[in-house]
């Protein structure tokens, strides 16, 4: 398969189609008899049909190989969405509330019908001949989800100074355990408009100001259907020419999984100076989510890769601040700049509650979750350069030999290094795959009739593993691989080994390059040009403007893969594009 | 009156979706099946065995659903006898033992992995049938008690199967007789000692045995001959010669069971010697013929549960005929692709010279049916549908293109012998499936051959010389080489003669191990990866992953591994 034309889907017979009716409606009742009460319902169908079907032929390597092979599958999708709301608004005095409550209803309902068909006796029908192919193996998926809630909130104000929201909210997912389905989630916040108080004396500095906390607990249901089932998989064997149909434990589930539930302590400040000539706000969070719902890898030794369950506790603690600021407004020349900056620090605060013998909680290295550690790191043995030709002994005496690669020796059974590269002492947690900040910045300039507008974004303290550099020198290396400064006698470099078979190993073991991954984009830049009114009245036209764009122009970095955005280095990365552009309006 | 109206609707509607109760909540899919649902009744229960018989199958398969890394290798390359030509799979760890034998090879984990999920289908099937009491064991012609035995008969004895596997390869292994389920994950897994483990195996293929049929009535089901020869490989394992010798003739003695010693089936009138006809597509099955058959694995093309588009790939693996296609004599490559020539294989793994030298000349074992040793220029009648074979410059049609062994596949690299003969015995002749990666042809797993054999170093460890001998002889005898004489038997001389006669076939390197002669023999006859073989390789490294996942209690690893 790997060595057919790479273009032989050019060839195969294909039909890809998609068709979907949405309709959304609303019914508003207002009651008669109470002043300020409101019902209303929402209702919203989708329904989806798709149908799928490709063959191909003898003229490709995968047909000539089959004798023709095909895949067809119709799949049909409904969601319904229903909301009931009803809505009590009374101002009196300085007074103002403001009530809701909500009961909603949704569901989602999937299958698919699907035929793969090889064993062709000729190409002439395409995939309408899979009645007379040698094999015909139909499939079935079928999935259902259902969500149904609950919600009550209550806003209050008081003389647009004091504000005060409560919500509770009660949801149940079907994809949870029998006893596990519910989940209640409250929660309260208060807001305090300082610029509306009498005592406030800055009214002319300020044009906004207010400050905000807030208290919560918010759900998550992200599991898909049937998690908690444990089930069987078909895998059939034969007799003769006999199929016998057959079934083995496919799919490990846990009959108490439930909701993932964070609570969040929040406070912020609005702010405005100068007529809101500048604005912005400021916000200081500090969140736990528990029973987080997540992939575990558990012990080959029960027969399963993963279960999904609901696990431990996470901390997130951030600070975001954000700014809008009109630096220059004239008549003919206006720049205006928004910002945005946020720092976040995740650690896991507890996984299964297992001690040691210490009273210390255990890390799970298979999952790499460690205990007061962020939630997504990279963990293995450090690679800290190349044995050079005068570390000749010291590399013998760590069986392995100049121009190899070497790996770092953290450590051994005494707390000291003991030259030996071992899983237990020498692996050891490599940065943070998640970023430490991000920050986004937009300066939008405009002079009479002209504008132009650049955005940059930046993500820091990520480190990647730089896959790109991995050789696959299983087989004879058929596919392209980058460049490398080799080692060589001559080239005595620590950037990469020497070019033989094994010299990414030391003792058997391997190391990931990992590269900081922080990254600086350049990411649109825009110049428009709007007509002026009078050739638009001449024209007849509302709007006319013509715009040339770039996007993801530059990036700024020192991570060497292909995108340090990716996960994936040798997914498809960003396309830089330049477009042109005539908005018109009638 | 409108606003009465539309308050009335509005009712309605509430009322409908408040009415849509907790039962919306409830997750009843049609199209999945799980134990409960399952194992109520004998059908269930053939269904649950053809899905561990399915599991067991991929042995001879390549790893998870692929055409590579032949997951047989874990026991039969980088030994005395079958080393590396083409590098792949197990091929990397043979290779070079001192750096890729490490726990976290891949292809460890996925064996770990694949064989663990074979007991827990075996161990789900024996938890269901001995605990439930919902079991309907009706069926047309036997009795109740009689199915319910037979089913957890054959689970048991595939179970044992899968931890013979585990404790050959890695030692110390847990064990684990439950079903996985959601409420039992276990973070604190012991390494049960292998004399422990080997009891429970010696358990339940005592169980199995009573229950089982000498000559099944499916095909592909493991047969109560097959039992008895693990209950004889087990006892010579743990040192019990006389056991050893009980089972292996109760396996020998059983009247449907014989050596094949003439020609027979569907390529009888075409020259051939006896020994190979029972690899032949359409001669492996016991309703075929063969006779020295004790459990015969199904594979079929197009067929549903016959192996997909990957099949099994002994024949990739063993068959070189892609290299021998690039012969070049001169400035011609001589060789054409045709069914005849048995196949399109990448020959990954090939005999040493040592083995290909073990036989007598007119051993038939050691001939060009059972090992490519030449092949004949065809003229394009004898070659058709493939046109006529390339004549080199002064060759002629019915001239031999000689292979050769004269030097060893040897070094650590990659280098690719391209002329070097290769096995046989997984060749297969049908144009439509010979190009493919995959074979489909059924394969004889267990013979009555290998039996005699355990018989005969039963018989030696009891000092029995004369008798071992006379045994080793009746299998000697069918492939037409000479006799030998009491004096002659020794543990070399038998594990020569299981050279000789199972190449290919049996796992030579848990034979190897259980007689202590893996490290001397690998040093002395395997040039190719032997060199880098240590005293700690005779048991693979707990996979990391297993180590790591095991969180409250430190799993140790095998000696000499990181």
Redesign the interface.
């Known amino acids: 398969m790997n060595y057919g034309n790479a273009l032989q889907g050019l060839l195969a017979d294909n039909i890809d189609e998609g068709y979907q009716v949405v309709t959304n409606n609303y019914a508003i009742v207002d009651f008669p008899f109470v002043k300020g009460l409101q019902y209303r319902i929402n209702t919203g169908v989708r329904f989806g049909v798709s149908n799928d079907a490709t063959y191909y032929g003898r003229n490709t390597q995968r047909g000539f190989r089959d004798g023709g092979s095909a895949s067809t599958s119709r799949g049909i999708s409904k969601d319904i969405v229903i909301e009931n709301i009803v809505n009590y608004n009374r101002d009196f005095d300085k007074h103002r509330v403001f009530l809701t409550g909500v009961y909603s209803f949704e569901n989602s309902r999937s299958n698919t019908n699907r035929l793969s068909a090889q064993g062709f006796p000729n190409d002439f029908l395409k995939w309408y001949g899979a009645p007379q192919a040698a094999l015909n193996v139909p499939g079935f998926s079928n999935s259902e989800t259902t969500l149904l809630s609950a919600m009550g909130r209550i806003n209050y104000s008081y003389d647009s100074r004091y504000l005060l929201t409560l919500t509770g909210r009660s949801d149940g997912y079907s994809g949870f355990g029998e006893k596990t389905k519910q989940g209640f989630f409250p929660s309260m916040a208060l807001g305090w408009n300082i610029i509306n108080e009498n005592f406030f004396k800055w009214k002319d500095i300020f044009s906004q100001l207010k400050l905000r906390a807030s208290i919560g607990r918010n759900g998550n249901q992200a599991v898909s259907a049937y998690e908690t089932i444990s089930r069987l998989a078909s895998r059939d064997i034969v007799d003769g020419t006999v199929t016998l149909p057959g079934y083995i434990p496919r799919t490990i589930g846990q009959n108490n999984l439930g909701w993932e539930s964070t609570k969040t302590l929040n406070s912020g400040l609005d702010f405005g100076f100068l007529n809101n000539r500048i604005t912005g706000d400021i916000n200081l969070y500090k969140s736990n989510t528990t029973d987080l719902l997540l992939d575990r890898t558990i012990s080959p030794v029960s027969a399963f890769d993963q279960i999904t369950q609901n696990i431990g506790e996470t901390e997130n603690k951030g600070l975001e601040f954000s700014v809008t600021s009109t630096n220059i407004s004239t008549n003919n020349f206006r720049w205006e700049t928004t910002g945005n900056i946020a720092f976040v620090k995740n650690k896991i605060v507890s996984l299964y509650g297992f001690k040691d013998d210490k009273g210390k909680e255990i890390d799970d290295i298979a999952n790499r979750w460690f205990i007061g550690k962020p939630i997504r790191v990279n963990y293995g043995y450090q690679w800290i350069g190349v044995w050079q030709l005068d570390e000749a002994t010291e590399a013998a005496a760590h069986k392995t030999q100049p121009g190899y690669i070497k790996i770092r020796d953290v450590s051994g059974p005494d707390g000291v290094p003991d030259g030996i590269l071992s899983a237990a002492y020498d692996r050891i947690i490599i940065g943070q795959s998640d970023p430490k900040y991000t920050w986004g910045m937009n300066n939008s300039f405009s002079y009479k009739n002209l504008s132009f507008s650049v955005f940059m974004y930046g993500i820091h303290g990520v480190t990647k593993e730089n896959d790109l550099l991995n050789d696959d020198v299983g087989r004879d290396i058929t596919q392209n691989t980058i460049k490398k400064n080799w080692w060589t006698p001559d080239n005595p470099t620590n950037d990469w080994v020497m070019n033989r078979l094994d010299a990414n190993r030391q003792e058997g073991q391997i190391a990931g390059a990992y590269e900081n991954a922080s990254f600086i984009r350049l990411r649109d830049v825009s110049l428009s040009y709007d007509f002026p009114n009078d050739i638009l009245t001449r024209l007849g036209l509302d709007k006319f403007q013509i715009y040339v764009s770039g996007r993801n122009l530059h990036t700024f970095t020192k991570f060497g893969g292909t995108d340090p955005e990716l996960t994936g280095q040798r997914d498809i990365p960003l396309q830089r594009e330049y477009t042109i552009g005539l908005n018109l309006g009638f | 009156m409108k ?1 009465i109206k ?2 009335i ?2 009712f309605i ?2 009322s409908l ?2 009415s ?1 109760s ?1 039962k ?4 009843n ?7 409960e649902t ?1 194992y109520t009744n004998l059908n269930g229960f ?10 067991v ?1 991929g042995e001879r398969e390549g790893r998870d659903f692929t055409t590579e890394n032949l997951v047989a290798d874990i026991a039969m390359i980088g030994t005395d006898n079958i080393v590396p030509n083409q ?2 799979g197990f091929g ?1 760890i043979a290779l ?1 033992y ?7 090879n891949s292809n460890l ?1 996925s064996v ?2 694949w064989l ?2 074979t ?3 075996a161990n ?1 099937i024996i938890n269901q049938a001995e605990n439930r009491t919902d079991i309907d064991w009706e069926s047309g012609g036997t009795s109740t008690d009689a199915n319910k035995n037979r089913i957890i008969a054959e689970a048991k004895a595939l179970r044992a199967w899968a931890y013979r596997h585990l404790t050959f390869c890695w030692g110390d292994v ?1 064990l ?1 007789l439950e ?5 039992n ?3 604190d ?1 012991t390494r049960t000692p292998v004399a422990d483990v080997r009891e429970v195996m010696k358990t339940d293929w005592l169980f199995a045995e009573q229950y089982l049929d000498a000559e099944p009535k ?3 089901k493991i047969s109560k001959g097959a039992v008895q020869h693990y209950l004889s490989e087990l006892y010579l394992t743990i040192g019990k010669p006389d056991s050893a010798l009980i089972w292996a003739n109760k396996c020998i003695n059983t009247p449907a069971y014989k050596l094949i010693t003439e020609r027979y089936g569907v390529r009888a009138n075409q020259p051939g010697v006896a020994f190979m006809d029972m690899f032949y597509e359409g001669n492996s ?1 016991r309703e075929e013929g063969n006779t020295e058959a004790l459990w015969v694995w ?3 093309y ?5 192996g997909a ?1 990957y099949g099994s790939i002994m024949r990739r693996y063993h068959n070189a005929t892609s290299h021998h296609l690039q012969i070049k004599i001169g400035d011609v490559v001589p060789l054409q692709k045709t069914p005849e020539r048995g196949g399109i294989g990448i020959g990954r793994e090939q005999p040493t010279k040592w083995a290909i030298n073990l036989y007598e000349p007119q051993d038939d074992r050691g001939s060009n049916y059972a090992i490519r040793k030449y092949y004949i220029l065809n003229t394009a009648a004898e070659n058709a549908p493939a046109p006529a074979d390339r004549l080199p410059n002064g060759y002629n049609y019915g001239d031999t293109i000689k292979l050769s062994w004269e030097n060893d596949l040897t070094g650590l ?2 280098n690719l012998v391209n002329n070097y003969p290769f096995i046989r015995k997984y060749d297969t002749y049908k144009a439509e499936t010979d ?2 990666r995959g074979s489909y042809n059924d394969q004889t797993y267990l013979r009555l051959a290998e039996t005699y054999l355990l018989k005969a170093e039963a018989q030696l460890k009891l000092g029995d010389k004369p008798g071992a001998a006379e045994t080793i002889n009746i299998v000697r005898r069918r492939s037409h080489t000479s006799d030998i004489s009491a004096s002659d038997v020794t543990l070399d001389f038998i594990l020569d003669e299981r050279s000789r006669e199972l190449i290919g076939e049996e796992h030579r390197r848990y034979t190897l191990l259980r007689t202590g002669k893996w490290l001397e023999r690998v040093q002395l006859h395997n040039h190719r990866g032997g060199q880098t073989a240590a005293a700690r390789d005779t048991l693979y490294p707990i ?10 209690k430190k799993m140790p ?1 095998n000696p000499g591994f ?1």
């Not at chain 2, 001192?98 to 976290?104: A, D, F, L, M, V």
């Not at chain 2, 079903?179 to 409420?183: A, F």
């Not at chain 2, 996979?543 to 409250?552: E, G, Y």
């Open positions: 606003k539309n308050i609707v509005v509607v509430i979706t408040g849509c907790k919306w909540l409830e997750e899919p049609p199209h999945l099946i799980t134990t399952l053939e269904a649950g065995l053809n899905g561990l018989y399915s599991l199958r590098r792949g990397f070079l001192n750096t890729n034998n490490e726990s976290n984990r770990f992995l663990y999920q007991i827990n289908a789900t847990p684990n079903e996985s389920l959601g409420s994950i276990k973070t897994w499916i095909r592909g099955n199904q594979w079929e197009n067929v549903v549960g016959g588009d690299g990659n190009p493919l996979p990391q992953i297993v180590i790591d996942a095991n969180l409250t690893q990181n």
